[in-house]
């Protein structure tokens, strides 16, 4: 079907019709080529880490009656770092695996596989090196830093009006569910529209779910507005003493700390507060012990005390694949001195949204089990197809013209414009990139695309 561009449709439900279309489609434009890559590299990132692990975590070794002491393995770890210093300790998820040490050398983390049984050192390699890491950060901000954040949260944003506008053309008028749940399996563009129609009212719930996971990372979204007024509040701490750093310092070129906790001060070691746990010298051995008194099986991760008022954190949460379940999250920091717990974090000590993020999060990683690859790599495949379909329906319908993208039409008069006006202000107050990128394209839209004929023919 090709619609002139100066066809007006008749009827107020047409004009709303076609102004939806009209923002579907250019909506569309900016954002598919971000979609195809965040769906791209996501799917990579599930196969790669549910196959290979993250950071060598599944590394084999032959199990043994006797573990050798966590010190024993650090002091190996270390030995084979020249200059190393130990930072982390992550505990193996099964008998059968090595255990991982980070030792930074200067400025370099490097990670050790090391045999609990033997301690030998099976492996070096950079933290953050691997495959995984490299789709990491083509999705987390397209190796452009701070530019690439804004790039995506744009995005992102833009994304949640792209599924409004296309879940108020889908929705069923008179052709009843049946045809918005079902595809019509009939020749050329209808066929294809069925099917973008079909998949795309499947999948919008769970790709706002990823979207509005991912976005809480986000830099001005996530970052000032959302987590900002949903962290775990210091108050909490009893009234031990707070560092200058925030739990945010953990990470290390990815999201490693609990999204609830990112913007909360540490606590300080250095003084009597807090609950008493080990009794004797505070030891590499006697933290491990008590973490695994105080209920950290299997997989958990140890980070060292960093400076004279630094901590011993215990921690575990499915984010960072210790475990396959987000209302187990448990952050534990010991004073490094005393050996007290100077604060004890759970699930069910997050707020409402850091509850909603744990879980959120854990479904958007697909950290849950096989069944959550599974899923997330049929989201992953259904965004792709969506992207695909959307640029064969519209090469089906281009102009046989050359030189114009052949958008919908715009309505010259506008039914209910008002509370249009009333949804792009609250969707430009809810996600501020969104709203930035839509003044833009007003102002283009305003000062130069109207005052030039040539370019409002192509645009058109």
Same mark, same amino acid.
């Given at each position: 079907m090709n619609i002139s561009k100066n066809a007006q449709p008749e009827g107020g439900v047409n004009k709303l019709y076609f102004a939806a279309w009209r923002w579907h489609f250019y909506t569309g434009f900016v954002v598919i080529p971000f979609l195809m890559i965040l769906a791209i590299t996501g799917m990579m990132m599930l196969w790669i880490s549910w196959i290979d692990g993250r950071d060598g975590e599944r590394t084999a070794v032959i199990p043994q009656e006797t573990v050798l002491s966590v010190s024993q393995q650090a002091d190996a770890a270390v030995a084979a770092i020249e200059g190393g210093v130990l930072k982390q300790y992550v505990a193996p998820r099964r008998d059968d695996l090595a255990a991982l040490f980070r030792v930074d050398q200067g400025d370099d983390a490097i990670m050790v596989a090391v045999d609990p049984y033997t301690a030998s050192v099976i492996e070096t390699f950079p933290r953050r090196s691997g495959w995984y890491d490299f789709f990491d950060n083509i999705h987390s901000d397209l190796m452009l830093g701070v530019t690439g954040d804004r790039m995506l949260e744009t995005a992102a944003s833009l994304s949640l009006v792209l599924i409004a506008t296309g879940l108020y053309m889908w929705w069923p008028r008179s052709g009843g569910w049946r045809a918005a749940l079902l595809p019509k399996f009939t020749q050329g563009r209808s066929l294809w529209k069925s099917l973008h129609g079909v998949v795309g009212i499947w999948v919008s719930v769970f790709l706002v779910l990823f979207l509005i996971s991912g976005l809480a990372w986000a830099g001005i979204w996530g970052g000032?507005? @959302? +987590?900002?007024?949903? +962290? %775990?509040?210091?108050?909490?701490?009893?009234? @031990?003493?707070?560092?200058? #750093?925030?739990?945010?310092?953990?990470?290390?070129?990815?999201? #490693?700390?609990?999204?609830?906790? #990112? +913007?909360? /001060?540490? /606590?300080?070691?250095?003084? #009597?507060?807090?609950? @008493?746990?080990? =009794?004797?010298?505070?030891?590499?051995?006697? @933290?491990?012990?008590?973490?695994?008194?105080?209920? %950290?099986?299997?997989?958990? +991760?140890?980070?060292? /005390?960093?400076?004279? =008022?630094?901590?011993?954190?215990?921690?575990?949460?499915?984010?960072?694949?210790d475990s396959t379940s987000p209302t187990t999250d448990r952050t534990v920091h010991v004073d490094q001195f005393t050996g007290k717990v100077l604060a004890d974090v759970r699930y069910e000590d997050y707020s409402l949204a850091g509850k909603a993020m744990a879980v959120g999060i854990a479904l958007h990683m697909g950290t849950l089990g096989l069944w959550s690859v599974l899923a997330n790599t049929v989201v992953c495949l259904s965004v792709i197809f969506l992207c695909a379909s959307a640029l064969v329906l519209w090469w089906k319908r281009r102009p046989t013209k050359a030189g114009r993208l052949a958008a919908p039409p715009m309505p010259n008069e506008l039914p209910l414009w008002q509370g249009a006006v009333l949804v792009g202000l609250g969707v430009s107050m809810a996600f501020p990139m969104a709203g930035l990128a839509l003044l833009i394209v007003l102002a283009i839209d305003t000062l130069i695309v109207s005052r030039i004929p040539k370019l409002r023919a192509v645009l058109s």
């Open positions: 000032k507005m @959302v +987590q900002a007024w949903s +962290q %775990f509040p210091a108050e909490k701490w009893d009234n @031990v003493p707070l560092s200058d #750093e925030t739990h945010a310092s953990m990470n290390h070129d990815r999201h #490693e700390v609990p999204w609830a906790l #990112e +913007q909360t /001060p540490m /606590p300080a070691s250095g003084s #009597e507060a807090g609950q @008493v746990a080990i =009794t004797g010298a505070v030891t590499i051995d006697t @933290v491990d012990a008590l973490a695994r008194d105080i209920g %950290f099986d299997a997989r958990y +991760q140890l980070n060292l /005390p960093r400076g004279d =008022t630094g901590v011993w954190t215990l921690s575990r949460d499915s984010m960072s694949t």
